[in-house]
Nanobody
Framework: QVQLVESGGGLVQAGDSLRLSCTPS????????MGWFRQAPGKEREFVAA????????VYADSVKGRFTVSGDNAKTTLNLQMNNLKPEDSAVYYC????????????????????WGHGTQVTVSS
């Protein structure tokens, strides 16, 4: 089973920047895509950003586009999420997710398309 470990969360003020990292470990795997989701208390888990390895594509939610950037030398090592100009509404537990197989048509924004998840890292943005 692939293990994903998130790091980099913390407490920041609105307008600040933060960088999250996701590091796969455990069983070796062939990565198709890696992404970030977030979930605030009382709310559903929502898509943030993803890197699709096979298509050299990055995908962003409208709410973070222009502020957040995913990067990494390859998705099998470390996937970073650079978050700039943070807003209080960005406060949530951020989860790293991986898709380790190709099933066909892939929608990077759907949580049920991913089969491996980290335990999350807390991001809190104060006003």
């Amino acid at each position: 089973q692939v293990q994903l470990v998130e790091s980099g969360g913390g407490l920041v003020q609105a307008g600040d920047s933060l960088r999250l990292s996701c590091t796969p470990s455990g069983r070796p795997f062939s990565n198709h895509a890696m992404g970030w989701f977030r979930q605030a208390p009382g709310k559903e888990r929502e898509f943030v950003a993803a890197k699709v390895l096979s298509g050299y594509r990055t995908v962003y939610a409208d709410s973070v586009k222009g502020r957040f950037t995913v990067s990494g030398d390859n998705a099998k090592t470390t996937l970073n999420l650079q978050m700039n100009n943070l807003k209080p509404e960005d406060s949530a537990v951020y989860y790293c997710a991986a898709r380790t197989y190709y099933r066909g048509s892939f929608s990077a924004t759907r949580a049920d398309e991913y089969n491996s998840w980290g335990h999350g890292t807390q991001v809190t943005v104060s006003s």
